[in-house]
């Protein structure tokens, strides 16, 4: 009797040692709702389980980005120190000049004249922010059977290297008188500038017509160019609109910063159709080495933190009136300030009353000599150089022949839907 009850003891020992094992390893499980009683359930995930897994796998995801990401930088900085190193030879001469002891060197493209023109006359090339020679070789094509053409490299673009700072637009006037000198180009100028280039020519026009010893100054013509009275305008519209402009005018500090990681590299690529409608087959090699640049976005970042202070001195003491052949040349599609409705607390509305005080300051430099013309390019955005370098060409020949006094053939051309070029 009393072995038989040991061994019942035993056995239920043992019964629910086997029942309690289960319930200890399954401790991250639960019953099912609806499984007490019946075992018509099943067990299920705790949100305890499943919030460890997570972090896992977000650990694993996270390590697998910064791994990638820092071996592309790594891999875009070493690929831009090489370039750096290993630059190609530039097309064009390499000048070099002192302004106010310091020294630099300046990459010059000039075309001479071909054709059966005049030949007496060159014409001087400039950009706006950021813009190099490169930028003017389809308008050179069209003038170089009538004039000598010169577009260089600012300091510290392309294939410059840098100037004085800070790039004021008197800075950069002494810098191509210096550019001319050098080349040994004696003859009378017309003078190009878009978008800010506007602003540096209009002051070498100035210093040109105030020294009797310079080159004779024939005329101005500006395309799409900036004007000094637009920016506080615009600033003045909402302080959306202020806000938004103060950003992306920070925009290029960003842009150097990617760069120096072969960032910029990428953006450049991934932009090559477009590169290649603008350039040619020519020239495109030396515009995709040096625009992605950690030196060439340098120099764009020292011109536009000027722009301020440039705009500020002319609307403080403004231009005097030049007296010389002026060409206005301005857009005629009004999609320029299209991209600021991507910004916050900006509308349709505000965008037209960009676009109008633009046009007013297009109107304002007409005011810089009473033989002024302005022509609006139907269809054509603010790249007019790349987009319609035929309108260009036309205001440049028109300037000239006004100069020459074929007044037909002149600004009074420029008035009609086309300009002749002869």
Same mark, same amino acid.
């Given at each position: ?39 018509? @359930?099943? %067990?299920?995930? +705790?949100?305890?389980?499943? =919030?460890? !897994?997570?972090?896992? #796998?977000?650990?694993? *995801? ?93 300091p510290g673009l392309a294939f410059s290297t840098p @100037?004085? %700072?800070?790039? +004021?637009?008197?800075?950069? =006037?002494? !810098?191509?008188?210096? #550019?001319?000198?050098? *080349? ?116 764009? #970042? ?121």
């Amino acid at each position: 009797m009393l072995k038989r009850t040991f061994q019942h003891r035993r056995l239920v020992s043992r019964a629910s040692s086997s029942l309690g094992a289960p319930a200890r390893q399954a401790r991250h499980f639960s019953t099912a709702p609806g499984s007490a009683g019946g075992g018509n @359930g099943g %067990l299920k995930i +705790s949100r305890q389980a499943v =919030a460890n !897994e997570a972090i896992e #796998v977000f650990k694993l *995801l996270f390590g697998t980005v910064t791994v990638l990401l820092g071996g592309s930088m790594a891999m875009g900085y070493a690929t831009e120190n090489y370039k750096r190193m290993h630059p190609p030879t530039p097309p064009g001469q390499l000048v070099d000049i002192d302004i106010e002891g310091h020294k630099s060197t300046i990459h010059a493209q000039v075309q001479s004249a071909l054709g059966s023109g005049p030949h007496d006359v060159v014409v001087i090339l400039d950009g706006s922010l950021g813009e190099t020679s490169f930028d003017w070789e389809k308008v050179a094509a069209e003038i170089s059977d009538v004039a000598t053409v010169v577009a260089i490299d600012r300091p510290g673009l392309a294939f410059s290297t840098p @100037g004085v %700072l800070p790039r +004021s637009a008197a800075t950069i =006037a002494k !810098e191509y008188r210096a #550019v001319l000198d050098k *080349l040994e180009i004696s003859k009378p100028v017309i003078l190009v500038g878009h978008g800010t280039g506007g602003y540096n020519m209009r002051q070498l026009a100035s210093d040109l017509l105030d020294d009797p010893t310079a080159n004779t100054c024939l005329g101005l013509v500006l395309v799409d160019a900036m004007h000094e009275s637009v920016k506080p305008a615009m600033d003045a519209l909402s302080p959306a609109v202020q806000e938004a402009l103060a950003s992306r005018q920070k925009n290029a500090n960003t842009l150097l910063k990617m760069s120096h990681f072969g960032l910029i590299r990428l953006v450049h690529f991934l932009q090559s159709k477009r590169n290649a409608t603008r350039f040619s087959t020519t020239a495109l090699p030396y515009v995709d080495y040096f625009t992605p640049t950690p030196v060439h976005r340098r120099g764009v #970042v020292k011109e536009n933190e000027a722009i301020g202070d440039i705009e500020a001195s002319l609307l403080a003491s403004p231009t005097p009136s030049l007296g010389i052949p002026l060409v206005v040349l301005s857009h005629g599609d009004h999609t320029m300030f299209k991209s600021m409705l991507m910004e916050p607390g900006i509308d349709e509305s505000i965008v037209e009353h960009m676009e109008a005080e633009w046009s007013r300051g297009q109107t304002e430099l007409l005011k810089l000599s009473p033989r002024s013309v302005q022509r609006v390019i139907p269809a054509v955005g603010h790249d007019i150089p790349h987009e319609k370098p035929e309108e260009v060409a036309a205001a440049i020949l028109a300037v000239l022949n006004e100069s020459q006094g074929h007044k037909t053939s002149g600004l009074a051309s420029l008035k009609t839907q086309e300009c002749p070029i002869k």
